[in-house]
């Protein structure tokens, strides 16, 4: 097998960074470069970073000068707390159209290419299918920016496809993703003590181990397979089982009518950062079939998606005891650094002189008197 020279996009966010750290351990990977605007967060040791902005034309240039034969699109910003939403639009829209432009040029060198979307394509309706497979299409128009702006992504990799049709095209279409170390909204939602739900409802939901999520990015990168493939895990929850699960409480008071004017209500309250689309999946819910990726990549998703829940449940609270294990060897240490710095330390810091013992002020008071001359027998 040709050793592969692949390029990663949006490296600083979660999935890019996570994915060039499993590629630097694959052995058919020749080169990595990442491309974004920002440093990654994470330590990459071989990976060769690229401060550029795929929404400019240079990235042509790279491509052809590194010899790029994969192209993985891991840049679409699909959380509303990242970027401002003029941001968010020209990196998903015209970043996705100049990246693929620049790969289906004639003298391109890619042959492959990867792109991470998302099932909220499918959007979230009372007139939506039990089950959504890959070949299927909304009846309706999309009602937020970010569905738009999948709408669009993937008409530009419909081109790519037909403008290089020798090219190993694989769209993978994930559902929201829960992990120890990923904030998400439906995270941070899950992280309120009473989870705000809408009235009258209890949609079925999908969750994806973070795990299986980075697993079955690197395996679309190394394997040949092409086509679209929804990725969940298995089976499904309830929204109201999932909060059981989480050991939260259930609060139903997003109404019938308005729950998004509701959520943006509340979302100026808290920071949750919680998006349209997702409110209306808190009321009708989405549950895509999964069994193309289970056909192309057996085995590979290790968690169901009950599973998934109960392992962020327990991960969750782990992390709030180990929050309240820091906070209470702080406060220990801050009472210790209290006591050994005694009375006369807090009593400098309250702008009073430490007063001193009556045996001390004597003391003081008679080294200042002068001693009196002692006369002697015989003196004049």
Not at 91 to 108: H, Q
Not at 281 to 295: C, F, I, N
Request: charged share 25%; with cysteine.
């Amino acid at each position: 097998m040709t050793a592969r020279r692949v390029l990663i996009t949006g490296v600083s966010r979660f999935w890019g960074g996570q994915l060039a750290l499993r590629l630097e351990a694959e052995r058919s990977v020749e080169r990595i470069i990442a491309v974004d605007t920002q440093s990654p967060a994470v330590d990459l040791k071989r990976t060769e970073f690229l401060r550029a902005d795929i929404r400019h034309g240079l990235i042509g240039k790279v491509l052809s000068a590194a010899s790029i034969d994969t192209v993985v699109h891991a840049g679409l910003i699909v959380d509303p707390r990242r970027a401002p939403a003029r941001v968010v639009h020209e990196t998903n829209v015209i970043g996705t159209m100049n990246l693929l432009a620049a790969c289906s040029a004639g003298d391109s060198p890619v042959r492959k290419l990867v792109v991470k979307s998302s099932t909220a394509i499918y959007g979230a309706s009372p007139e939506d299918p039990s089950l959504w497979s890959e070949h299927m299409r909304r009846s309706a128009a999309a009602g937020d920016a970010f569905t738009r702006d999948l709408d669009e992504v993937e008409d530009y990799v419909s081109d790519f496809r037909v403008r290089k049709p020798e090219a190993v095209v694989t769209l993978l279409r994930f559902a929201n993703v829960l992990g120890p170390e990923h904030d998400t909204p439906f995270a941070r939602l899950f992280d309120l003590p009473a989870v705000p739900t809408v009235f009258g409802f209890d949609p079925r939901l999908q969750f994806l181990h973070v795990d299986d999520a980075v697993a079955v990015l690197e395996r679309a990168v190394v394997d040949e397979k092409h086509g679209t493939f929804n990725v969940a895990g298995s089976g499904i929850v309830l929204l109201s089982q999932a909060i059981a699960m989480l050991g939260k409480l259930d609060l139903p008071v997003l109404p019938f009518a308005g729950s998004d004017l509701a959520m943006s209500l509340l979302n100026r309250v808290l920071p949750l950062g919680f998006p349209p689309h997702l409110t209306r999946l808190l009321q009708y819910g989405r549950v895509v079939d999964t069994s193309l990726l289970a056909q192309a990549f057996p085995g590979l998703i290790a968690h169901s998606t009950a599973e998934t829940v109960d392992a962020h449940a327990r991960e969750r609270r782990v992390r709030d005891i180990a929050d309240a294990q820091r906070r209470r060897v702080r406060h220990e240490a801050e009472m210790e650094e209290f006591l050994r710095g005694g009375a006369t330390k807090t009593a400098a810091a309250n702008g009073h002189r430490p007063r001193r013992s009556a045996g001390t002020k004597a003391k003081k008071t008679a080294s200042r008197t002068p001693r009196r001359p002692v006369r002697r027998r015989g003196d004049g």
